[in-house]
């Protein structure tokens, strides 16, 4: 029958509550060998790979050497194998040491393991690193992907990486295990200072914990996340601010203990069987916001100072202040996310190298070359991936001085976090069809992307670019995932964000500009006395988690940190650090709605709550759809819920006329059957997370929508 979705429902549904595992996705794992600037673990510095030979001295030589003698940058390729080390890789310790790309070819076979029972490795009250990179506040853009790293057996004091990344990078597609369950640690981030960074797509197996932050800077943003069979704690958090959005744990023991430091989780599951512990357990001077956590076998999802809250499904709670000046509901926005889209191609005929149409870098202080041709004809050829592989010294790019146009045909851009383009003479890269994928730009800096049309786009571990955007995209997509830059286009779009650092100094300037638009952003660091964030004609922004970091004085106390005018924002456990005088925003909030204005002064917010900006939400008649509607008109198949969440009444709008709908619970039951109507109510419904599903006359459904009831 038409309406016969409830397994095509209940699918979806356990991909919003049960995170996707690691190999849920296809992962890329061709990767070119001709002009990518990587040196090869094998062919480069003698490792074998065979699981026999001790392959320590290559791992060592590979981190220690630049690529060239003028750049800080290391990126080494591990091929297929097992490669058995007996002792630890220290990445350098100098001033420039950062940069290091660990680039496996496959996840699932690209192995590093530690001999069984290695020196050094059994003392649990001094770990030791397998992999260790380097630390500091400048320890930029170190990257791991497509790896497993094993502790062996008997190494007891073993951990798998200790991490440190600042401002962007990321581990993608890693696994780390203890076979036997006994190593120490699998993600260790205590040394000074971790963050901002992503930690996408990881699983760790084993060990007494499964990741350990520490250190009160500068935040750290998870997602899918998979934790099991810890004995002490699947993570812990001392000081620092963990932002995590889709978390699987099995385990018997607490899946996260929080002490004195800040927590956001969102959209996770945890499966436990201690009856003495909790999912989530938070103790000291400490920060939680939970939405939609779910759990089984504990006690219940969550504690603060051991008092139990909302049972097993924590529907959203927060333990802070609210700071909020006009009178709501209490809760958060409650954006609906939406997952970052994946990209895989295998196919080597799909890739392009820019150098095969003459497009090489320079540096323009020594040497001019206008590549924009040769690029241009890269992206003309018809390849689905453009990449740009070779690197010279700190001062080289790719330099282009009048606009290129990326056809539809070209669904990657990808600089294998290496290179970077120079835009000369307000140069953009242009967009101007939609096409049948969304547009990939990864792994560079420097893009100054004009889209001009409706084409999504998706911006991955890519830094000191620039998004712009005409009429032609107002409501288009896009996504950010590790992105060092600003984010004001013109027109409103829908926009998600993971891991999002902007740094602008000038106070009369933005770094984040929502001009009617939606924009979800899960761990955001500043740093600058720009505004951060302003939502106006109707918008709304929703930031979950981070660090304020001005890092400079500011030339008065006036300057507001966030603007809200006549739209809606929530804002979440956001702490500030600052280590100069004045360097503190003057004003939390500016809040206009009609004619009224309410300012939150900072001192009222940093006083009172010790430097943590706990929980604000403003008011929500700006954002009422019939305002975000004459600003983006629904898609045919779009369907909006407001307010959501509520306790009881939700209003439903649709991009096309519906005569049908059924509400489902959690587990795909359908508890609601309803005709047309715009007004949804649902007061006997007991709290949780349902979803909605309406279909038109013909038949045809239109999108799913979850629905969040107090």
Request: contains cysteine; hydrophobic residues 35%; glycine residues 10%.
């Amino acid at each position: 029958m038409r309406y016969s979705i409830q397994l095509l429902l209940l699918a979806s549904i356990v991909l919003l509550v049960s995170p996707l595992c690691l190999y849920a996705q296809p992962v890329q794992t061709y990767y070119p060998s001709v002009n990518v600037a990587w040196k090869n673990i094998v062919t480069d510095y003698g490792a074998k790979g065979d699981g026999v030979t001790d392959d320590t001295k290559a791992f060592r030589k590979a981190v220690e050497t630049y690529l060239n003698q003028y750049n800080s940058t290391i990126g080494v390729y591990i091929p297929n194998g097992t490669y058995l080390v007996s002792d630890s890789i220290q990445f350098l310790q100098g001033y420039w040491d950062c940069h290091l790309t660990l680039q496996g070819q496959d996840p699932e076979r690209t192995i590093i393991k530690l001999k069984d029972n290695s020196v050094g490795f059994q003392d649990t009250s001094n770990p030791r690193a397998m992999l260790s990179t380097r630390a500091g506040n400048q320890a930029f853009g170190n990257y791991m992907y497509n790896l497993t790293v094993n502790t062996g057996l008997g190494n007891a004091g073993a951990v798998g990486v200790d991490y440190i990344t600042s401002n962007y990078g990321a581990m993608r597609n890693v696994r780390v295990v203890s076979p036997d369950g006994g190593g120490y640690c699998g993600v260790r981030m205590e040394r000074a200072w971790p963050g901002p960074g992503l930690l996408k797509n990881v699983e760790v197996d084993g060990f007494q914990y499964g990741i350990r932050v520490g250190t009160c800077e500068y935040s750290m943003t998870f997602e899918d996340i998979t934790l099991k069979n810890q004995k002490v704690a699947g993570m812990t958090n001392a000081c620092n601010t963990i932002c995590i959005r889709h978390l699987t744990s099995t385990n018997v023991v607490p899946a996260i203990k929080n002490a004195n430091a800040r927590v956001i989780i969102v959209d996770s599951k945890l499966n436990g069987g201690g009856k003495d512990n909790y999912g989530v357990e938070v103790t000291g001077y400490s920060f939680v916001f939970a939405r939609n956590l779910l759990s089984e076998g504990y006690a219940g999802a969550l504690s603060v100072d051991s008092v139990a809250i909302q049972g097993n499904n924590v529907v959203e709670y927060h333990n802070s202040t609210d700071f909020s000046r006009w009178n709501n509901d209490g809760t958060s926005l409650g954006i609906s996310v939406e997952e970052t889209p994946n990209y895989v191609n295998n196919n080597q005929a799909d890739w392009a190298d820019v150098t095969d149409f003459g497009a090489t870098p320079t540096n323009p202080i020594y040497s001019v070359k206008d590549i924009t041709k040769e690029l241009q004809a890269a992206l003309n050829s018809g390849k689905k991936v453009i990449y740009l592989g070779l690197l010279g010294d700190n001062g080289t790019y790719y330099c282009v001085y009048s606009d290129i146009t990326i056809p539809p045909t070209v669904e990657m851009i990808t600089g294998f976090n290496l290179s970077q383009i120079a835009c000369f003479n307000n140069s953009s890269f242009v967009v101007n069809e939609t096409g049948s994928s969304p547009l990939f730009i990864e792994r560079m800096k420097g893009m100054r992307l004009l889209n001009n049309s409706q084409r999504t786009v998706v911006f991955r571990s890519s830094g000191l670019s620039t998004y712009f955007n005409t009429e032609a995209n107002r409501n288009g997509k896009v996504f950010i995932e590790d992105w060092v830059s600003d984010f004001q286009p013109k027109y409103p779009v829908q926009m998600w964000a993971r891991q999002f650092n902007p740094e602008i100094q000038p106070e009369e300037q933005r770094m984040i500009d929502n001009p009617g638009g939606k924009y979800w952003i899960l761990g955001l660091k500043t740093e600058g006395r720009a505004t951060i964030a302003r939502t106006s004609k109707g918008g709304q922004t929703e930031i979950l988690g981070g660090l304020i970091y001005p890092a400079s004085s500011f030339s008065g106390n006036s300057q507001a940190a966030f603007a809200v005018e006549n739209a809606c924002m929530t804002i979440v456990g956001l702490t500030m650090t600052s280590y100069v005088g004045n360097g503190w925003y003057g004003v939390a909030v500016n809040e206009t709605n009609g004619d009224s204005t309410t300012v939150l002064e900072s001192s009222d917010v940093w006083n009172r709550s010790a430097y943590n900006f706990g929980f604000y939400s403003s008011q929500r008649t700006a954002c009422a759809p019939s305002s975000v509607n004459q600003q983006e008109p629904l898609s045919p198949t779009e369907v909006f819920v407001y307010p959501n969440p509520a306790t009881g009444q939700f209003f439903v709008y649709s991009g096309v006329v519906w005569d049908r709908g059924f509400v489902y619970n959690s587990i795909g039951e359908t508890v609601r059957d309803i005709p047309y109507q715009t007004a949804l109510n649902l007061d006997e419904l007991v709290a949780g997370v349902y979803w909605l599903k309406l279909f038109t006359p013909d038949g045809r459904g239109l999108q799913a929508v979850s629905i969040i009831k107090r």
